[in-house]
């Protein structure tokens, strides 16, 4: 089976900063697209930052400048650096990936648990 393990989240003062991590583990043939998601209180869960396997890069324009996403395609995960965090980033952030398992012909999207961002004000 597969799983996606994220680490790096904790509590920051605004103007802070945080790296998270990603690391997908299991029987995997192939990772296509690595992303980042995360959910507010009260909120929906929405797209921070997205990077394909060409290394193509999408950030929601609320984090463009202050976010940057990266990959090891080597280690199977995928990193968000996160500078000047302001409080309205405080969510729960979770790892997306689309992979393909190992004697499995489609891609699949898998999940992690989630990592708690809070930035104090």
């Known amino acids: 089976q597969v799983q996606l393990v994220e680490s790096g989240g904790g509590l920051v003062q605004a103007g802070g900063s945080l ?12 990772i296509s697209s690595m992303a980042w998601y995360r ?4 909120k929906q869960r929405a797209l921070v930052a ?5 290394g193509a890069i999408n950030y929601v324009d609320s984090v463009k400048d202050r976010f940057t996403i990266s990959r090891d395609n080597a280690k ?3 990193h968000l650096q996160m500078n ?10 979770y790892c997306n990936a689309l992979i393909r398992p ?6 699949d999207n898998y999940w992690g648990q989630g990592t708690q961002v809070t930035v104090s004000s």
């Open 39 to 42: 959910q507010a209180p009260g």
């Open 102 to 107: 190992t004697r499995m012909r489609n891609f």
């Open 19 to 30: 790296r998270l991590s990603c690391v997908a583990s299991g029987t995997i043939d192939s």
């Open 76 to 78: 199977n995960t995928v």
């Open 84 to 93: 000047s965090l302001k409080p309205e980033d405080t969510a729960i952030y």
């Open 50 to 54: 997205r990077i394909i396997g060409d």
